[in-house]
C-alpha cells in the first residue's frame, strides 16, 4: 500500500488556492474530468491582444478533486497568468507537478490534469475565432475508474 | 494542536489497564506455553483463562477459540479453512459489504473452481433474508455475513440468519471484529458456527484476533507447524497480546456505549442539519454505536480528509483500506450510491474517550471545510 504524501507547495495550495472561481463571458473555457474518479476541473481564459500576441489576461478555475486537484489547478494558474497562449499551450502536466516539488505517484495518473484542461480552454477560445482549430493529445486518465477493476 | 482522533473503526489506542497488564509476560512471565517449566505453564494457565473469558463473553458453550494474528487471518481461516477440509461441497454465500478479506479470500477461491453468491444488499446495507433461504443449496458449506459492516455501520440480524442456516444445515460464519464488546453477541441464541473478532478495536493491542469454533468443525490450517491451537494455527503463542487481548473484553461498558450513542445521534440531526450538501449513510435503527458515515455532494472526500488532518482531527474516508486505491468503494456501490458521487464519502467512529466538546469543534470544522470545497467546485448548482 503507497501513501499519501503531499509536498509542502501542493498542501499551501490546496489550503489558499490562488486564481479561484469564475469569469464572466470567459473568452476560453476548459472543461474536462470524471466525476466517477473523483476530480473535475474547469478552466476560465480572459485573453487580451498586445503587439499581435493573445495574452492570458485573467485566469480562473473551479475544480472538483482532492488536493493533487486542487493544488495543480492553482498552480497553473499561477504559472500561465501574463503568458502568451503560444507559451501557455506548450505547459504540460508533468511541468505543473515538478513545480509543487512533485505529487504522490498515485496521483499523477488522474487528478494531474490542469495543462489538459488549459489547453482544452485555450482550444475553446481559437475555436471562437473562426478557422483556428488546433490539436492536442490528453495526458491525463479519464476513463480509468469507469471500468471495473478485477479484484485480485 | 491537540489531537481529536475520530477513527477508533480503524483502530483504538491500547488503553492503560490494558497496557499494565501486559507489561509482565514481556518482562518476566515471559514462557513459552509449550514449555513444561513453571513459566511455561504459568503463561499457558493464563492463556486459557482469556479463552474461557472469551467464550463468556460470547455465550460459547460448545466451541474453542482458536488465537491469530486477527481479523484477517481469522476469515482466511474461517473460509479457506473450512473449504479445504470439505471438499465434497463447493458452495460459500457472502454478502456484497464483507471486508475486503473476505470478498477477496471468496475471489480467491472462486479462481479455485468454487462457487461463490454476493448477496445484495439495501440502500441501508441489509441483506435479504429471503434472498439468503433461497441462494442455500445442497452443494452449499459455509455462510458468512458480517455482523457490523466497518463503513457504514449496518448491524445485521445475526439471530434469523443463524436460523436459517440452522434450518438448511449450512454452517454460518460471522465477522464480528467491529461489533464485538460493543453489541450483543449470543453463539447459542444466534447459532454460529465460527465467529471473527479482535483486540485492537476493543482499546486492546494490534496483531491478535481469534476464531471461535464450534467444536466438531473440521478446518485445514493455513499455518502447520507445532500443532498448536488444536492443530489448526501453528505458531508459538503471543502471550503478551493474548493478555491484552482478555483485558480489552471490558474496557467497553454499557455507559460508554448509552454515551456513544448519544453523542452518534447527535452529531447526526446536526450535520444533516447544518450542511445542506450531506446525506446519511447507513441505516438509522440498528446501526452501530461508534459509526457514522456521510455523504457530500460536489466534493471530494480525501479533501475533506486531508484539511481536516491539517486542523488536527483524523477520520476516515470509506474504509482505511480503500483510500489509497483508486478503487471505488464497494459497499458505497452496494448501497447503489452512484460512481461519481461515491468519492464524497467520510467515515467517523467515536470511542470511549470522545467527548461532546470534540464532536462540537469537529463539525464546526466540517462546516467550513464543506462550504470552501464546495465553493471551489464546479459541479455546485
Given at each position: ?26 473568452d476560453g ?18 485573453i487580451?491582444k498586445?503587439?499581435?500576441?493573445e ?30 497562449l503560444e507559451?501557455?499551450f ?29 489547453k482544452?480552454a485555450i482550444k475553446d477560445y481559437y475555436n471562437k475565432q473562426k478557422n483556428r482549430k488546433i490539436k492536442y ?16 | ?381
Open positions: 500500500m503507497q501513501n499519501i504524501k503531499y509536498s509542502k507547495k501542493v498542501k499551501e495550495h490546496f489550503l489558499h488556492p490562488h486564481n479561484m472561481g469564475k469569469i464572466k463571458n470567459a473555457i476548459g472543461k474536462l474530468g470524471n466525476p466517477a474518479c473523483g476530480d473535475v476541473m474547469y478552466i476560465y481564459l480572459k487580451i498586445k503587439n499581435e500576441k495574452i492570458i489576461k485573467d485566469i480562473k478555475f473551479q475544480t472538483m478533486g482532492c488536493a493533487a486537484a486542487i493544488s495543480t489547478s492553482s498552480m497553473i494558474t499561477d504559472i500561465v497568468k501574463g503568458k502568451t507559451e501557455a506548450k505547459i504540460t502536466n508533468k511541468d505543473v507537478a515538478k513545480e509543487l516539488d512533485g505529487l504522490p505517484p498515485i496521483k499523477m495518473h488522474c487528478s494531474n490534469l490542469a495543462a489538459d484542461v488549459l482544452e493529445e490528453k495526458t491525463a486518465c479519464y476513463k480509468c475508474c469507469d471500468s471495473k477493476k478485477e479484484m485480485d | 494542536m491537540k489531537q481529536i482522533y475520530l477513527d477508533y473503526a480503524a483502530t483504538t489506542p491500547v488503553v492503560k489497564e490494558v497496557y499494565d497488564e501486559m507489561k509482565d509476560y514481556f518482562l518476566k512471565n515471559y514462557g513459552n506455553t509449550s514449555s513444561l517449566h513453571i513459566l511455561g505453564q504459568n503463561a499457558d494457565e493464563k492463556v486459557e483463562k482469556v479463552r474461557e473469558k472469551i467464550k463468556q463473553k460470547l455465550n460459547a458453550k460448545d466451541h474453542k477459540v482458536i488465537f491469530t494474528s486477527g481479523g484477517t487471518e481469522s476469515n482466511n481461516l474461517a473460509i479457506k479453512g473450512l473449504v479445504y477440509a470439505n471438499k465434497e461441497k463447493k458452495h460459500i454465500i457472502i454478502s456484497k459489504i464483507e471486508h475486503d478479506c473476505i470478498l477477496k479470500t471468496a475471489k480467491f477461491l472462486e479462481k479455485q473452481g468454487y462457487e461463490v453468491t454476493y448477496l445484495n444488499v439495501d440502500k441501508e446495507g441489509f441483506i435479504d433474508l429471503k434472498q439468503l433461504e433461497k441462494s442455500i443449496k445442497k452443494e452449499t458449506i459455509l455462510v458468512s455475513i458480517m455482523h457490523a459492516n466497518n463503513e457504514i455501520g449496518t448491524l445485521q440480524n445475526l439471530k434469523e440468519i443463524g436460523k436459517i442456516c440452522k434450518e438448511k444445515k449450512v454452517l454460518f460464519h460471522t465477522d464480528a471484529c467491529q461489533s464485538f464488546t460493543k453489541e450483543k453477541i449470543d453463539l447459542e441464541e444466534f447459532n454460529i458456527d465460527l465467529i471473527t473478532i479482535n483486540a485492537h478495536k476493543i482499546y486492546g493491542p494490534k496483531g491478535i484476533g481469534a476464531l471461535v469454533i464450534k467444536n466438531g468443525i473440521k478446518l485445514t490450517p493455513l499455518l502447520h507447524g507445532g500443532g498448536h491451537e488444536y492443530g489448526f494455527r501453528s505458531g508459538t503463542l503471543n502471550v503478551p497480546a493474548i493478555i491484552g487481548f482478555g483485558k480489552a473484553i471490558d474496557v467497553i461498558s454499557k455507559e460508554d456505549i448509552k454515551k456513544m450513542i448519544d453523542l452518534r445521534n447527535y452529531m447526526i440531526k446536526e450535520i444533516l442539519k447544518k450542511i445542506p450538501t450531506s446525506k446519511l449513510n447507513g441505516p438509522t435503527e440498528n446501526r452501530l454505536c461508534n459509526n457514522l458515515n456521510f455523504l457530500f455532494n460536489y466534493i471530494e472526500g480525501e479533501s475533506i480528509l486531508l484539511q481536516l488532518d491539517m486542523e488536527g482531527i483524523c477520520i476516515s474516508t470509506g474504509s482505511a483500506c480503500s483510500s489509497n486505491t483508486l478503487e471505488t468503494n464497494h459497499v458505497a456501490n452496494a448501497i447503489g450510491i452512484p460512481k461519481d458521487k461515491a468519492n464524497g464519502i467520510i467515515r467517523i467512529s467515536l470511542g470511549i474517550e470522545t467527548t461532546k466538546e470534540e464532536t462540537d469543534i469537529f463539525i464546526e470544522k466540517l462546516i467550513k471545510i464543506v462550504k470552501r470545497l464546495t465553493d471551489m467546485s464546479p459541479l455546485t448548482k
